[in-house]
């Protein structure tokens, strides 16, 4: 898929907007790569890093309507490999690809015509822009997908129905719940993933155009080493205060140290909805508690009966996920792109 810069080439206003709808005639073997890169890359990122969101869904099920002390994340890998064998950390990697491949590729695919179409609505292409282009494309694409969530969340935490397949899954879910079931969770999931999706792809995009401080800063953003939905003013400002606050210099051990800290952010920011997100698609383990109405609802539900902390269950294992799968993501769908004879991000 073309970019949607400004010709320069074209002094007046209409002959660019002229330029950029040429460049926008496209073929459906284009739309095929766009969206196929994107999804692919997502995918090979969901296969490398699901054991740590196998982990983080077991972590957030932890005392459901208790106090207690939690379980680590490697207590229980631990105790996951000795009573469930190493093949339980891939529990549900059928419908995490699938959904990788749709989510992925909606998710990726539908921010640059998004964006174009800002531009060509407002006549602007700004940092704003971005956001919203963001936000949008990882909603929609997150509505679209959350049957495929809700059945991969179903399998990781229940071993056993691995042996039936997901499709079966899927049946006992409508046979026993409803339809309606599959879309179990999907506001928080909506909330979280335009939040990601609208700082991740607006980071990613603005800070391969704008050198903030310095150069060697513009590279590291570029080559996208920050965790997930970290903005780049974010990371501009952890430098900044790491550089008059410690005695550590402008590199490497400065830039890792403020991704560190910038990871930590957004995990304290995300975590919650996420935790939320999953209490909600496993709603079957908590009819204990009573149905929880809504995203809101069970948050209270959650602060009330397991403490204000219940809500970061699974926080180091999503954390620990954020930059891995972002690295890879964003290096392999660059390079697929280029493969297939596609302009970069």
Avoid at 48 to 62: A, G, N
Avoid at 197 to 208: F, G, I, N, R, V
Avoid at 224 to 235: D, K, S, T
Wanted: hydrophobic share 40%; charged share 20%; glycine share 8%.
């Amino acid at each position: 898929m073309v970019g949607t810069s400004p010709s320069d080439s074209s002094p007046l206003p209409g002959s660019a907007r002229q330029d950029k709808s040429q460049k926008w005639r496209v073929s459906p073997l284009d739309v095929a790569y766009h969206f196929g890169t994107s999804g692919l890359s997502v995918a090979v990122a969901t296969g490398v890093t699901h054991p740590l969101d196998v982990l983080k869904v077991r972590l957030q099920m932890q005392l459901v309507g208790q106090r207690g002390q939690l379980t680590g994340m490697g207590q229980v890998f631990i105790q996951v490999l000795k009573n469930e064998g190493p093949r339980s950390l891939y529990l549900g990697m059928t419908p995490a690809l699938t959904r990788s491949l749709l989510y992925g590729g909606l998710r990726l695919g539908l921010y640059e015509p998004s964006k174009y179409v800002c531009d060509q609505a407002f006549g602007s292409s700004n940092i704003f822009v971005k956001i919203a282009s963001g936000a949008f494309s990882g909603a929609i694409a997150t509505a679209m997908t959350n049957p495929v969530e809700v059945i991969k969340v179903r399998l990781q935490m229940n071993s056993g129905s691995t042996k039936a397949g997901p499709v079966r899954e899927m049946r006992k879910i409508v046979s026993e719940e409803g339809v309606k079931a599959l879309w179990k969770g999907v506001g928080p999931a909506m909330a979280r993933a335009a939040a990601l999706t609208a700082s991740q792809l607006a980071t990613y995009d603005e800070s391969k155009r704008v050198k903030l401080c310095h150069p060697i800063l513009y590279l590291d953003l570029s080559r996208n080493n920050l965790p997930l939905f970290i903005n780049q003013f974010m990371f501009w400002l952890i430098v900044q205060i790491l550089r008059r606050l410690t005695p550590l210099e402008e590199g490497f051990n400065l830039h890792l140290s403020s991704s560190i800290v910038a990871g930590m952010v957004s995990t304290l920011m995300t975590a919650p909805m996420d935790m939320v997100k999953t209490r909600l698609m496993l709603q079957r383990e908590s009819e204990t508690l009573g149905r929880y109405k809504n995203g809101f609802h069970c948050a209270y539900q959650v602060i009330r009966t397991e403490g204000f902390r219940a809500l970061y269950k699974g926080g180091f294992a999503i954390f620990a996920r954020l930059g891995p799968q972002t690295t890879i993501t964003f290096v392999l769908c660059e390079k697929l792109r280029e493969v297939t004879g596609l302009k970069a991000l």
